[in-house]
């Protein structure tokens, strides 16, 4: 959206840089682990450590089309969490490829694979009981989600109870994680 045209006040952007002459606001950083359907926790053949990603299913969100997501393709790739995870050995297989970051998770909640994901943005599934962080890895990333504007529109009153609205809200999720 283009914020300095009027084409929208406020913008939520994730992985991608703010222009220039726009104000920036993180909401949060982007932590990402490892979530499935508790199911593929349960039993002997359950997963318990990162090493039995080795037979089960990862899920793969396709960012191939998104051109600007150069950050964002590089942390949602397996390869390069498992590395910063510490289990670059784990092999990757070619899993299940998803364009569409909601099938992936949707896969992951009928118990199809493991997806890599951020806890605040998947919290509510997670206290729903549907997906789980089956390990106590996570990996930080340099990209978040940020609320980005304008100067001129932060001095209209209802975009600054907007900004202290969903600055307050995205404080409350971090806590909640």
Known sequence: ADLEHGAADLAIRFGAPAPPGLVCHRLFDEMLCIFCSPALTEGDRGLKSLDDLARTTLL??????FHWAVATKRWMEWRYWLAEAGAAHVPR???LRFSDYNLAVQAAVAGQGVVLGSLPVLQSLVEAGLLVCPFPERVETDIGYDLVTTEATLQRPEAQRFLEWITSEADAQMVRA
């Open 60 to 65: 793969h969100w396709d960012l191939t089309e």
């Open 93 to 95: 297989g070619s899993g």
